[in-house]
């Protein structure tokens, strides 16, 4: 199973990054994609999923309205559309895979780091 986070960056605050993440096909299909966070010194957060036929998507009271989470299942692709970007959303973006059938995250992706200036 392999997962590969992109996009992340350098913004300013009222920003947007898009991030990416592509997974190997045995890991995608059938599965549930999330996006998670870890700020610096801050547990790991939850900050939005996606279920695979997209019927039910969920986000962290911090980022809704503001962030967005899709996927392309032609392409094995979860998106995460970040926009009016806050310092408070500075952390490491971690892509996860819930595969059909099992009740937690098991697979996740190497991080990708976003850093929002104020």
């Known amino acids: 199973v392999q997962l590969q986070a992109s996009g992340g960056g350098v913004v300013q605050a009222g920003g947007s990054l898009r991030l990416s993440c592509a997974a190997s096909t045995d890991a995608f299909r059938g599965a549930a994609m999330g996006w998670f966070r870890q700020a610096p010194g801050k547990e790991r957060e939850v900050v939005a999923t996606i279920t695979w036929s997209v019927s039910m998507i969920t986000y962290a009271d911090s980022v809704k309205g503001r962030f967005t989470i899709s996927r392309d299942n032609s392409e094995n692709t979860v998106y995460l559309q970040m926009n009016s970007l806050k310092p408070d959303d500075t952390a490491v973006y971690y892509c996860?895979?819930?595969?059909?059938?099992?009740?937690?995250?098991?697979?996740w992706g190497q991080g990708t780091l976003v850093t929002v200036s104020s």
């Open positions: 996860a895979v819930r595969p059909y059938g099992v009740s937690t995250y098991k697979y």
